[in-house]
T-cell receptor, first 117, second 109 residues
Framework: DSGVTQTPKHLITATGQRVTLRCSPR?????VYWYQQSLDQGLQFLIQ???????AKGNILERFSAQQFPDLHSELNLSSLELGDSALYFC????????????????FGPGTRLLVL | QKEVEQDPGPLSVPEGAIVSLNCTYS??????FMWYRQYSRKGPELLMY????GNKEDGRFTAQVDKSSKYISLFIRDSQPSDSATYLC?????????FGKGTTLSVSS
């Protein structure tokens, strides 16, 4: 158990809908990262928050957004869902913020499996 | 040329075999090298983390990095059925880890 929690475990919804995925980082970790994992693309970085502030963006669609709250939990919001958004969504956390030559160890949660019908 | 290449497998071995998992990369800026293990329907779990070229051993697992060839390997000795999982190589530094697509390993008893 990594100490990172994610809810819900599974989510089934229809195209055009909006969902919210939740992540609680390990105790003491200030950074939260969101990744998407699909069979064809592998694990792809979406976005990072550090202590409540957006720190870096990856291949995140404009229909997707995230935030990190004062208690450091994070939510990933996916809107106008399409069939292609079906994937596993992982949250990871680290103590600090990677950048430059520094690489923080990232610990992953169990993921949310999203199925868009 | 892709930034990271990893043979997807699947790789099937009998219990007790030595397993070699490999990744090649093209980005010379990569200085951190990791291996994650992912069981079916679970999140990736960090197995090995290395910074420099050479070998790092942890129990039955050995991570090997060859920066000159841009090649990393994970060796599993005395493989067990519990080692059956997908193994992902990952690279840094960076905000985002760059992952290989994973090699699926099956160890039969």
């Amino acid at each position: 158990d990594s100490g990172v929690t994610q809810t819900p475990k599974h989510l089934i919804t229809a195209t055009g809908q909006r969902v919210t995925l939740r992540c609680s980082p390990r105790s003491g970790d200030l950074s939260v990262y969101w990744y998407q994992q699909s069979l064809d693309q592998g694990l792809q970085f979406l976005i990072q928050y550090y202590n409540g502030e957006e720190r870096a963006k990856g291949n995140i669609l404009e229909r997707f957004s995230a935030q990190q709250f004062p208690d450091l939990h994070s939510e990933l919001n996916l809107s106008s869902l399409e069939l292609g958004d079906s994937a596993l969504y992982f949250c990871a956390s680290s103590v600090g913020a990677s950048g430059g030559r520094l690489q923080e160890t990232q610990y992953f949660g169990p993921g949310t499996r999203l199925l868009v019908l | 040329q892709k930034e990271v290449e990893q043979d997807p497998g699947p790789l099937s071995v009998p219990e007790g075999a030595i397993v070699s998992l490999n990744c090649t990369y093209s980005n010379s800026a990569f200085q951190y090298f990791m291996w994650y293990r992912q069981y079916s329907r679970k999140g990736p779990e960090l197995l090995m983390y290395t910074y420099s070229s050479g070998n790092k051993e942890d129990g039955r697992f050995t991570a090997q990095v060859d920066k000159s060839s841009k090649y990393i390997s994970l060796f599993i000795r005395d493989s067990q059925p519990s080692d059956s999982a997908t193994y992902l190589c990952a690279f840094g530094p960076g905000t985002a880890l760059i992952f290989g697509k994973g090699t699926t390993l099956s160890v039969s008893s």
